[in-house]
T-cell receptor
Framework: SQKIEQNSEALNIQEGKTATLTCNYT??????LQWYRQDPGRGPVFLLL?????KEKRKERLKVTFDTTLKQSLFHITASQPADSATYLC????????????FGTGTRLAVRP | KAGVTQTPRYLIKTRGQQVTLSCSPI?????VSWYQQTPGQGLQFLFE???????NKGNFPGRFSGRQFSNSRSEMNVSTLELGDSALYLC?????????????FGQGTRLTVV
């Protein structure tokens, strides 16, 4: 069955450093991969999307890579700030127009001042 | 424009009861999906509705059902509640016809079954 794995342990980093979060998947050939941010008690908020034929995507301090051979995406936040503390979810979407968006369990990021 | 609205925000129910949750999507969004989020399982897909038809379904028992109205508003119903149904229920709306667009989530309904 399809499986999306994100590091369940929280990632603690110092302000100003680069945070790197990992998303691995198996038994899946996604056409698109998305990253969301979720704050406690709130719904996820979309951050970035990357297509299967794209290697890298950037948006301000965010960078996403997508390696379909390794079946892995890396999500980077450069110059991290305490305000970046949240849970980050990766989500995969297949090629079919009727396919559902499937989420990983998320990784909690804590940026200390 | 207004975001996705879910009501109620919080709900406490007793085992065996049933519950109905509501979701109003962003204007113009015709696809509405429902997710259950628990600490151990993360976001689990329940079902998706488009044009009043269920077009995708997750692996949940038949106690979980939903519907969509002609104005795209959606409801989900859980009958014969169990303690394990306690969770944050999220709905998300999308623009139809564009696979690569983002999902817009509501704040969720926190359901507690006692």
């Amino acid at each position: 069955s399809q499986k999306i794995e994100q590091n369940s342990e929280a990632l603690n980093i110092q302000e100003g450093k680069t945070a790197t979060l990992t998303c691995n998947y198996t038994n899946y050939s996604p056409a698109y991969l998305q990253w969301y941010r979720q704050d406690p008690g709130r719904g996820p908020v979309f951050l970035l999307l990357i297509r299967e034929n794209e290697k890298e995507k950037r948006k301000e301090r965010l960078k996403v890579t997508f390696d379909t051979t390794l079946k892995q995406s890396l999500f980077h936040i450069t110059a991290s700030q305490p305000a970046d503390s949240a849970t980050y979810l990766c989500a995969l979407l297949g090629k079919s127009s009727g396919d559902k968006l499937t989420f990983g369990t998320g990784t909690r990021l804590a940026v200390r001042p | 424009k207004a975001g996705v609205t879910q009501t109620p925000r919080y709900l406490i129910k007793t085992r065996g009861q049933q519950v109905t949750l509501s979701c109003s999507p962003i204007s113009g969004h015709r696809s509405v999906s429902w997710y259950q989020q628990t600490p151990g399982q993360g976001l689990q897909f329940l079902f998706e509705y488009f044009s009043e038809t269920q077009r995708n379904k997750g692996n949940f028992p038949g106690r979980f059902s939903g519907r969509q109205f002609s104005n795209s508003r959606s409801e989900m119903n859980v009958s014969t509640l169990e303690l394990g149904d306690s969770a944050l229920y999220l709905c998300a709306s999308k623009i139809v016809g564009q696979m690569n667009t983002e999902a817009f989530f509501g704040q969720g309904t926190r359901l507690t079954v006692v």
